[in-house]
């Protein structure tokens, strides 16, 4: 999935965090906390970015009684591709430490 535009330096953060998070679910709480977006940024953020696929997003049932659901993300493929080409060109083009280029996560 090729991009026309450069990203905005909100979803360069929302994407990192959520590379950070490997396939892990987060939160909306979550993420706003992590990445210090406010709901009004953060919300059509995560909208648009699982539109467009790179996010997965589902409903998951309350922590507690008397909660409500909530909603989780995380990187899809074409997501976990594109958080990681934004993470190297944040490292001037080189691989994350540790790893080679396209070699997964663990």
């Known amino acids: 999935m090729a991009r026309s535009r ?3 330096g909100q979803a360069r953060a929302l994407l990192s ?3 950070g998070a490997g396939q892990e ?4 709480y979550d993420l706003a906390h992590l990445t210090g ?3 009004g940024t953060l919300y059509p953020l ?3 970015l699982e539109a467009q696929g790179y996010l997965q997003a589902e ?3 309350p922590a507690a009684a008397g909660r409500p659901p909530r909603h989780a993300y995380r990187l ?3 997501g976990l591709a594109l958080a990681r080409s934004q993470q190297a060109e944040m490292n001037g083009g080189a691989a994350p430490a540790g790893r080679k280029a396209g070699e997964a996560l663990s």
């Open 76 to 78: 899809t493929a074409a």
């Open 6 to 8: 450069a990203l905005s």
């Open 46 to 48: 995560l909208i648009r």
């Open 25 to 28: 679910w987060r939160h909306g």
């Open 17 to 19: 965090v959520l590379l």
């Open 59 to 61: 409903w998951q049932p």
């Open 37 to 39: 977006l406010r709901s």
